[in-house]
């Protein structure tokens, strides 16, 4: 049986009108939806793809996506090649509940665009895979998966615990409860999670300097997005640029 192999990956920009009339693939290829919504019809389904969401396209599979022009679509897309047994675990969608896999596929895209030679790129798409595994293995509680995609749209806003609550119909003690219940975690430890993990994407796959990253992700300045990251990664967001700039040197 042969193994995922990477092949390439890149990103479709937000842009109104933007549209892929009915075409198909002699590869796989993995979507990673970033920002805004789309709509996908595929197999005989038709589906409103939004953030967080994990799509897969099969080889020989006709599709056809539409952005949504009052949130225009932003994803990454990652072509390879793999056996139908490594992928039977991905029906065609699947939820990005930690950001991991958009992490991951960050990464890939942006040493492709580097220039990383694929073979070298190959374990960390293998590596995704398996994480889109414990996925499908584990799915996320509906209401928090809603949840978790409203406070991924408010990551710019200044949020606080009463207005989570509120947009759950709840009193804040319910509310909290139920969320650590269904998470482990309370809800705004969550909101800090989710902020840095986009936080971190961004450092990785974009030039923005940190003091314009910081208020886009919701966290304040540059100073309280360093310490964030020092106290989180073990690293600053300097040190975490110097480290991939290492890694993709090699």
Known sequence: MAEPTFLSGGEVKPQIGWHMP????QVHELIVVLDGRMRLEIDGHSLMAEPGDLLLYRSGHVHKEISDDTAPVNTFFLVFEADDAALKHFQLRLRDADGRVRQMAAWLVRDHRAGV?????????????????????????PWLMELRRHMQ???????????LARHCGMSKFAFVRKFRRLSGTTPMR????????????LMLSTGLPVKAIAPAV???DEYQ???L????????PREMRVRLRRKRGK
Request: hydrophobic share 35%; proline share 8%.
């Open 190 to 201: 969550e909101l800090q999670r989710l902020r840095l993990n986009q936080a971190r994407t």
């Open 225 to 227: 997005l360093s310490k």
């Open 117 to 141: 030679p694929p073979d070298r790129q190959t374990p960390l798409l293998r590596a995704l895979l398996t994480e889109t595994r414990r996925l499908g293995a584990t799915p996320v509680d």
């Open 218 to 220: 919701g966290l304040g």
């Open 22 to 25: 009915p075409h198909s693939h």
């Open 229 to 236: 990251f020092r106290r989180h990664f073990k690293l600053s």
């Open 153 to 163: 749209k408010q990551l710019a806003a200044r949020v606080h615990l009463d207005d």
